[in-house]
């Protein structure tokens, strides 16, 4: 070899090097996928032909992983990042170790989805969900709860005494009991999601709308009294008046009505980045198409303002949170003490099998 020379004399021919650097190593059990499945006779005949001691190792196949949404071809995956269609092997888009870890995805998370989908000799197509129903099932499991609002316009309760405060116990993890719970703070001011708020809203739409009701979790309910909009007609803030007598967990807490969202405190909240990752492609199987590049979903990175829970300022590196009502989120390696940044790791459902079961043209 021009490099190594006689060091290692199993060069040049693969089927040559396979089964013995395998001897050598003391591998037992060479797994590889199915296009290896006709290097077998090969690989067994060079071993048996040589005067090596018994234990020899064994070539199994397996199907290649195939995930629909998804390119796991080297190649192609190279081509992304030296295009900058990502931004490098750790992008959170990109199904590598290095970017599942950054988005959130545990070990075990993997660990399971690897059991469920078993080993095969069928070259077919899996379902992304599966993986991202495993990474849910972890995290639901294992996250710790925490409020987040996207996109927040403020609420003013005009009935509730300015100056006036009061900590509530929130939940940490209902799937959980031994993580206990949390203090968040309750004032006059609050934010909640822009999406939590319609002025027309469609039927079934049990969120707040003007004269309508709602319960900000493990809070009181609110009604929506008046819409404050700028020149331009952009909503500045509402207006809204609390049940006083409707307080979680309290006495007169039965009340009900059908729309339960989530808040923060003006005052209290911390601001964030947080970055919505979503499938990189949208086409179900790029890699069979002839332009995998064209397929590329330009909808699968998001980055929005947000509002938080000021806890979240003692959240560390790769610590995963239940946004609630939102999703899982995790901690990423760019956020700074002034600074944090939130990388989205799965939504609470499954979003796109929604959109597919909708009709033709439909909204």
Not at 62 to 80: D, E, G, H, P, W
Request: neutral net charge; contains cysteine.
């Amino acid at each position: 070899h021009h490099r190594t020379g006689s060091r290692w004399c199993i060069y040049p021919m693969y089927d040559f090097a396979h089964c013995l650097s395998d001897y050598i190593e003391g591998v037992t059990h060479s797994v590889c996928t199915l296009e290896f499945e006709v290097h077998r006779p090969l690989y067994d005949w060079i071993l048996e032909n040589l005067d090596l001691p018994r234990n020899l190792p064994h070539q199994y196949e397996f199907a290649r992983l195939n995930l629909t949404f998804t390119v796991l071809s080297k190649r192609k995956l190279m081509q992304l990042v030296e295009k900058g269609l990502v931004a490098g092997w750790d992008d959170p888009r990109m199904p590598t170790i290095a970017g599942l870890r950054r988005r959130g995805v545990t070990a075990s998370a993997l660990r399971a989805f690897a059991y469920n989908i078993g080993i095969t000799k069928y070259d077919g197509l899996t379902d992304v969900a599966v993986l991202e129903h495993a990474i849910r099932d972890e995290l639901n499991k294992t996250a710790l709860r925490r409020l987040a609002v996207l996109r927040p316009i403020r609420v003013i309760l005009t009935n509730y005494p300015e100056g006036q405060s009061e900590t509530l116990n929130a939940v940490n993890n209902p799937e959980d009991p031994d993580s206990g719970t949390r203090r968040v703070t309750f004032r006059r001011e609050l934010y909640i999601e822009s999406s939590d708020f319609m002025e027309d809203p469609p039927p079934k739409y049990f969120r707040l709308r003007p004269g309508g009701e709602v319960r900000l979790k493990y809070a009181y309910i609110i009604r929506c009294e008046e819409v404050i909009k700028d020149a331009a007609g952009n909503i500045l803030e509402l207006r809204c008046t609390a049940d006083l007598d409707s307080k979680s967990g309290g006495a007169d807490a039965n009340r009900k009505v059908k729309g339960t969202i989530h808040w923060v405190s003006a005052a209290d909240s911390i601001d964030a980045e947080v970055r919505l990752y979503d499938r990189l492609f949208r086409e179900p199987d790029p890699e069979t198409a002839t332009d995998f590049e064209r397929h590329l979903n330009p909808a699968s990175f998001e980055v929005v303002a947000a509002r938080c829970e000021p806890s979240l300022r003692e959240a560390r590196s790769e610590t995963r949170y239940q946004f609630e009502r939102l999703g899982y989120f995790v901690l990423d390696k760019d956020s700074t003490s002034e600074r944090l940044v939130f990388n989205r790791t799965v939504t609470l459902r499954d979003s796109w099998a929604k959109a597919a079961q909708k009709p033709s043209g439909a909204q």
